[in-house]
């Protein structure tokens, strides 16, 4: 049986004070908000900078007699959202999202896909130029992949710009659990960026207390993920002062994101229709990213700091206990915490006065399930969690390993003033 975030407040009067699990969770995780996760990647061919998919990977390629050759294996995986959250997935290659594959335009490609899931799949190149029988479509262009067959893809890259993959068999489940992944197609020549990193937008409905996402779950998503990882989980995005930065954004999930970057503004010069003309592109800083398309920005990052990088639909920058709360808002509660003090001992009300003390609250909730905003700043509870990560943009950098908090130069912090009223 599921439960609801409310129907558990109900049933387990998790509103009392308690020290254990998500102090636990807490701590754990102001541990590890200002470290590095950013993987190594695997080389390109000097013609491009290779992809960053960070909490990712990218997959490796061989070459056979002229063709670039892959191998997806398509299973289920466990993917650790954050410290405290185990999640059953499927994916590739051991992760959700698959490994990024890599190529460049004119390439002929070979990507062989095992299938190691309990039941049949296919492999769609979402926005990728392919002969028809190529376009992995179960039923329609050709068999369903069963359970422990390889099949060949094979196709000739007349075209670059970022696409995806996924699959085209039992869709609604098959990417309800994370089966999805980057398929980047660089330009032959063509001027390069300095830092190139591919981001995957995806929702889920993991009920508090369970491990395993409803993928009949239409609507009510509690889990919001960049990479299948939720804040403070997320690696920064590291980069060195007017470095020229790109950032590719897709999307497979049930709704739209609104990605919002700070302390710069960015260009949108692709879709997953591919490059737009330059005298085309248009400046954002939200760039509403719809189910089922790509968008790629550009930049240069010429704003030294700690920069906020997230989805703008709030509930979206929240981790699972954030949605379906009765709402206290303005509710004098002192007289009725006064009587339940009475029969539970350490009880506190919450809610009257905003949200924001939770991300401090040392509260008992249901296993494997993370607060609803959770990381620490320099200056205090950072209050976000779900799609959320720091660009940190720095003067200086000896590695892109996380180069910990933004040391800002003096008289340049907003602080408490006396009253002018
Ligand atoms: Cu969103």
């Not at 102090?23 to 996760?37: E, F, H, K, M």
């Amino acid at each position: 049986m599921s439960l609801s975030r409310r129907q558990l407040l109900a049933r387990t009067g998790i509103a009392a004070a308690g020290t254990a699990f998500f102090g636990r969770v807490q701590s754990a995780l102001a541990a590890i908000s200002g470290t590095a996760d950013t993987p190594g990647t695997v080389a390109g061919d000097g013609s491009y900078t290779p992809v960053v998919t960070p909490n990712g990977s990218t997959l490796p390629w061989v070459m056979k007699d002229g063709v670039k050759e892959f191998h997806l294996v398509a299973e289920p995986v466990k993917r650790e959202f954050a410290p405290g959250m185990m999640v059953n997935c499927w994916g590739y290659n051991g992760s959700t999202p698959g490994p990024t594959i890599e190529a460049v335009e004119g390439d002929r490609v070979r990507i062989l896909v095992t299938n190691k899931l309990p039941e049949s799949t296919s492999v769609h190149w979402h926005g990728i130029l392919t002969p028809n029988g190529m376009d992995g479509v179960g039923g329609l262009t050709q068999k369903h992949i069963e359970p422990d067959e390889t099949y060949a893809y094979e196709f000739t890259l007349r075209q670059h710009g970022t696409y995806m993959y996924h699959p085209h068999s039992d869709e609604m489940v098959q990417m309800a659990l994370g089966m999805m992944g980057f398929f980047i197609i660089h330009p032959k020549g063509g001027p390069k960026v300095d830092r190139d990193f591919a981001i995957f937008l995806m929702e889920w409905a993991v009920n508090p207390g369970t491990f395993t996402p409803n993928p009949s779950i239409m609507t009510d998503f509690n889990n919001f993920t960049f990479n299948s990882r939720v804040y403070p989980g997320t690696a920064p995005l590291i980069v060195k002062l007017n470095q020229k930065v790109r950032v590719r954004i897709a999307n497979l999930s049930m709704d739209n994101h609104p990605i919002h970057i700070h302390g710069h503004r960015w260009w949108v010069t692709e879709t997953d229709g591919g490059q737009i003309p330059k005298s085309a592109w248009w400046p954002e800083t939200s760039v509403d990213v719809a189910p089922g398309t790509t968008r790629t920005m550009e930049f240069v990052a010429d704003n030294p700091g700690d920069w906020a990088l997230h989805c703008h639909k709030t509930h979206h920058a929240m981790n699972a206990m954030s949605h379906d709360i009765p709402n206290l808002l303005g509710v004098d509660q002192d007289a009725v915490t006064k009587k339940i003090k009475k029969l539970v001992p350490g009880y506190m009300d919450m809610g009257s006065d905003g949200m924001g003390d939770m991300a401090e609250m040392q509260m008992k909730g249901p296993k494997n399930t993370l607060p609803m905003m959770t990381g620490t700043g320099p200056f205090g509870p950072i209050e976000m969690g779900g799609m959320f990560t720091v660009l940190k943009v720095r003067e200086s950098l000896a590695s892109y390993d996380d180069p910990g908090w933004y040391q800002h130069p003096a008289g340049t912090v907003a602080q408490a003033v006396k009253s002018v009223s």
